[in-house]
């Protein structure tokens, strides 16, 4: 499995971004994006099952953030909308996502990661 992400960069607050993960190989059903901020561990930030009828977000990001799917492609997006300050980190697409307490903690298969930086 490779994933490889883009589409970050550096955006002023209450800005957008999408980000993009394209999959190759044999991937897991769900999908997933996680983030890691300076100095703080990885952390979950939405998921998506195969048929996108299933989508998890983590509390920080919802009714900000959506994550959706274009199987065709092999192709998970991140749409941010509202970014704030505290949400600049490197993203991580993951496949293959493995779960502690019912939340996604961590992933078989990682992307490269992407940084997203937002100013205020």
């Known amino acids: 499995v490779q994933l490889q992400a883009s589409g970050g960069g550096l955006v002023q607050a209450g800005g957008s971004l999408r980000l993009s993960c394209a999959a190759s190989?044999?991937?897991?059903?769900?999908m997933g994006w996680f983030r890691q901020a300076p100095g703080k561990e990885r952390e979950f930030v939405a998921t998506?099952?195969?048929?996108?009828?299933?989508?998890s977000y983590v509390d920080s990001v919802k009714d900000r953030f959506t994550i959706s799917r274009d199987n065709a492609k092999s192709t998970v997006y991140l749409q941010m909308n509202n970014l704030k300050p505290e949400d600049t980190a490197v993203y991580y697409c993951?496949?293959?996502?493995?779960?502690?307490?019912?939340?996604?903690?961590?992933?078989?298969?990682w992307g490269q990661g992407t940084q997203v930086t937002v100013s205020s």
């Open positions: 190989g044999r991937t897991f059903n769900s």
């Open positions: 998506i099952s195969w048929t996108s009828s299933t989508k």
């Open positions: 993951a496949n293959g996502l493995r779960y502690s307490g019912g939340v996604p903690a961590s992933a078989e298969y």
